[in-house]
């Protein structure tokens, strides 16, 4: 079970990237890029395009696998029984190398560094299609970043009597290439040190949840991560523990995680690799006693839509359920493929804040999707929000969406309430210093 390769697309469905298809004939790319662009240009609004293309223009079964990056499409193509979550695990692994090498992902920036992005593909993917090395830490002792490149090429010179050149095989090359597999831990490079040593941990937990025509919470499902970035020296032997880590279901793990100690203890035992990683991934549990297994929504949504003809009215009311501060709300509306614009009045409190929008909010119409979207930068726990308009629409009988998208963020907030008890540090002598933080994100569809 292989991936078939990899083709990165711009913005105008043109190939910047792509891996070397030897053992395909050359129309094998060009049909996927080509069924890729027909999907898109046919799509009645933006995000609904099936996330897996079947080709069959080809003798073999074939499909391609899409994700979009920084306004590009990564693509990666796989032909016979291969399980398309293989391409999106590799999809997922790719773009966050890319992004740990050069911080944002965008045309320019892969331009700017097509040898780094090149080499990148030639380690991560081997020529049969099997993902090779997708550890940052690997990487960065093979591919050099572009920050190193630069200070390599500034500090050496071909000209500098007695100091050898990069291609004459320096001590900086060479050990680079081998110092990736030097290490005893295949995650943690050999020899790390540190004048401030620290690791952070961020909890982030994101709910997602349909709520019903009657204000019923149809399902609503909470997802947690944790976010590790580790500066610590030499070969720091941890063990986090938590005191209720019974929320936790579902479990995924580092490599680094001792799965036994684990699965003994409920407790994290393990040898961190160097910067950022992801510990754990888990799906919160809510307690045995709680009378709906679902996890109640943080916010209300009140919608009055009066359809008429050539458009309709619509007044939303919004009011949040928690103490906490909601913070980047976004309610998006597609108004139907034939909306021609919208009016809306904003208010909060009861107060007039006009058309346009204060700090309390604001709402825009892009003509381009047919989506009204209303934005709110602080939601606090007491008062409603209410989005007050009307669209108008090319037919006389209108087809909006019947549903909301809602998307919110929740900082120093865990669903779960998930609570580190505390961080042991084994094999080494020095202090160090520990941070952890919640944050949480929603993403709710409202039915009306």
Not at 336 to 343: F, K
Not at 379 to 396: A, P, Y
Request: proline fraction near 6%; glycine fraction near 8%.
């Amino acid at each position: 079970m292989a991936i078939d390769g990899l083709i990165i697309l711009d913005p105008t469905g043109r190939p910047i990237i792509q891996s070397s298809y030897t053992n395909y004939p050359a129309a094998y790319p060009l049909l996927h890029i080509e069924a890729l662009n027909n999907a898109l240009a046919k799509a009645p609004r933006e995000g609904s395009v099936d996330p897996v293309i079947y080709v069959g223009e080809l003798s073999c079964s074939s499909a391609c696998c899409h994700v979009e990056v920084g306004g590009m499409r990564f693509l990666a193509t796989i032909s016979g029984d291969v399980d398309p979550l293989i391409a999106f695990a590799f999809l997922d692994a790719f773009t966050e190398i890319l992004q740990d090498y050069f911080g944002v992902v965008s045309v320019a920036t892969l331009k700017d560094n097509f040898d780094i992005v090149y080499q990148l593909l030639e380690e991560t993917l081997d020529s049969s299609g099997h993902p090779l090395t997708t550890s940052p830490n690997l990487l960065s002792d093979i591919v050099l970043s572009p920050s190193l490149i630069s200070k390599l090429l500034a500090s050496v010179s071909p000209a500098t009597p007695g100091v050898p050149s990069v291609r004459q095989g320096g001590s900086f090359g060479s050990n680079g290439a081998s110092g990736a597999f030097t290490s005893p831990i295949p995650w943690r490079k050999a020899g790390v040190r540190h004048n401030h040593n620290e690791i952070l941990f961020d909890v982030v937990e994101e709910m997602r949840g349909i709520v019903g025509k009657n204000g019923t919470t149809l399902v609503s499902n909470v997802f947690g991560k944790i976010e590790s970035n580790s500066k610590l020296s030499g070969t720091p032997d941890l063990t986090l523990t938590f005191t209720n880590p019974n929320v936790m279901a579902d479990c995924a793990f580092h490599p680094c995680v001792r799965l036994q100690k684990w699965t003994r203890d409920n407790a994290l035992s393990f040898v961190p690799p160097e910067g950022r990683f992801i510990l754990a991934d888990y799906q919160y549990r809510p307690p045995q006693s709680a009378v709906v297994s679902n996890v109640p929504i943080p916010l209300s949504l009140k919608a009055n839509m009066d359809m008429g003809e050539f458009g309709g009215t619509f007044a939303l009311t919004l009011t949040s359920r928690l103490i906490k501060v909601m913070e980047n709300l976004e309610l998006k509306f597609y108004l139907g493929e034939d909306a021609t614009s919208a009016q809306c009045t904003l208010s909060s409190a009861g107060s007039s804040v006009g058309s346009v929008g204060s700090a309390d909010g604001s709402w825009s119409f892009n003509s381009r999707t047919k989506t009204l979207q209303w934005e709110i930068l602080n939601m606090r726990s007491s008062g409603s929000w209410i989005l007050r308009g009307s669209w108008t629409s090319k037919i006389k009988a209108p087809r909006p969406a019947h549903a909301f998208q809602i998307r919110f963020e929740i900082p120093s907030y865990s669903f779960s309430s998930l609570k580190v008890d505390q961080l042991r540090l084994s094999s080494e002598t020095y202090k160090m210093y520990k941070g952890v933080r919640m944050r949480s994100k929603g993403s709710i569809e409202w039915r009306w």
